[in-house]
C-alpha cells in the first residue's frame, strides 16, 4: 500500500492487519482520485472507517489542508497512527477512535473546522445489512452540520448491495469489479 501522488508519492504506508479492513488497489485509487482532484487542494476531509488511513493520508500529499480520520479497532489505529507520524503530517491530522456513529450523534455542528469538503464512507461491507439505520443517520447528520456546501461524499460498499443514505442525492457511481463508488452531495 502506497501513496501515489502528490508531496509524498511513491512512500509506502503500513498496511491493514488481519481481514478487519478492505485497503483499496492501486488502480482504483487512481481512478477515484483522477474524479475527485479538483476538490482536494485545501479541502478538509474525514475518512470514516479509515484502517490505516490511505485515503485521508492520500488527500493530504495532494494538498487537502487535514484530515480527520475515524476507526474504531485499535490495532488499525495504531497503524494509522504510524503512518501519519512516517509522513510527518501529525499537524493535519486528527484521529477519532471508537464509535464513529456515536461520535456524530453527539454533535450536532461541525465545531469551528465548519465540516468537511470530502468525506469518505467505508464502512465494514456487513454494515449495509446489519446497520442499515445507523449508515442512513450518519448520512443525515453529515448532511445537517458535517458536509460543507458543495462538498461530496464517497461511499464505498459491495457491488452487490445498494442503499441510498438520504437526504444525499448520488451524482455519480462506479463500479470496480466487485466494489462500487457511489459519490453523494447535499442537493
Known sequence: ??????????RRLLPPEG??????????????FDILTPLIP???????FAGPGSMGLECLS??????????????????????I?????NNRSRVVQGDLFRWFDARSD????????????????????ERPDDLRRLAARFAEAHLKPG????FRHDAADQ????????TDIRTYGGMTLEFLQKI
Open 110 to 129: 461541525a465545531g469551528e473546522a465548519g465540516g468537511a469538503d470530502l468525506i469518505f464512507l467505508d464502512p465494514p461491507y456487513r454494515f449495509l445489512r
Open 85 to 89: 507520524a512516517t509522513l510527518d503530517v
Open 163 to 170: 442503499m441510498d443514505l438520504p437526504p444525499l442525492t448520488r
Open 19 to 32: 481481514e478487519a479492513t478492505r485497503p483499496i488497489t492501486d488502480r482504483v485509487k487512481q481512478s477515484l
Open 151 to 154: 462538498g461530496t461524499v464517497v
Open 42 to 48: 485545501d479541502a478538509t476531509v474525514y475518512d470514516c
Open 62 to 83: 495532494r494538498g487537502a489542508t487535514s484530515a480527520t480520520f475515524f476507526e474504531a479497532d485499535r490495532s488499525a489505529v495504531k497503524r494509522l497512527e504510524k503512518n
Open 1 to 10: 500500500m502506497r501513496i501515489i501522488a502528490g508531496e509524498f508519492r511513491g
